[in-house]
């Protein structure tokens, strides 16, 4: 584990992140919450009816909708370039990454989180190299 805490740098880390689309966030285990304008939205830019795009893409966890689970399409919406085809459309959920709290709610939270995501890795090195 690193020796230099990175949760209580949460921040500055998020203030230099940008995505560098390795599609590794998507590729994570977990589930993808979607809300009804969510299914909407997707479901418009695939040029399908709600209805459809629910039966294909979505089940329900626990009482809420869901596009990705462990078990349940576990690359999302991920094409074979590692690239997400509903990008413009995406979830809330997905928009947000990598402000989750529960990311930060650990230091091995973040940890696990910064070996994933090229894109919060180059934000931390880049934070220790400006503190240098």
């Given at each position: 584990?690193?020796?230099?805490?990175?949760?209580?740098?949460?921040?500055?880390?998020?203030?230099?992140?940008?995505?560098?689309?390795?599609?590794?966030?998507?590729?994570?285990?977990?589930?993808v919450?979607?809300?009804?304008?969510?299914?909407?939205?997707?479901?418009?830019?695939?040029?399908?009816?709600?209805?459809?795009?629910?039966?294909?893409?979505?089940?329900?966890?626990?009482?809420?909708?869901?596009?990705?689970?462990?078990?349940?399409?576990?690359?999302?919406?991920?094409?074979?370039?590692?690239?997400?085809?509903?990008?413009?459309?995406?979830?809330?959920?997905?928009?947000?990454?990598?402000?989750?709290?529960?990311?930060?709610?650990?230091?091995?939270?973040?940890?696990?989180?910064?070996?994933?995501?090229?894109?919060?890795?180059?934000?931390?090195?880049?934070l220790?190299?400006?503190?240098?």
């Amino acid at each position: 584990m690193n020796e230099n805490p990175l949760a209580p740098l949460k921040n500055q880390i998020l203030a230099g992140f940008s995505c560098h689309k390795s599609g590794n966030c998507c590729r994570a285990p977990g589930f993808v919450y979607v809300t009804a304008a969510d299914i909407s939205k997707m479901a418009a830019h695939l040029g399908l009816a709600e209805a459809a795009f629910r039966e294909g893409y979505v089940r329900r966890h626990k009482g809420w909708e869901v596009i990705a689970a462990p078990d349940f399409r576990p690359n999302c919406f991920l094409d074979e370039e590692n690239r997400c085809s509903v990008y413009e459309h995406r979830p809330v959920a997905c928009r947000t990454y990598p402000h989750w709290p529960e990311i930060w709610a650990s230091e091995e939270a973040v940890q696990e989180e910064v070996a994933r995501c090229p894109g919060l890795k180059a934000a931390v090195a880049k934070l220790q190299k400006d503190k240098h």
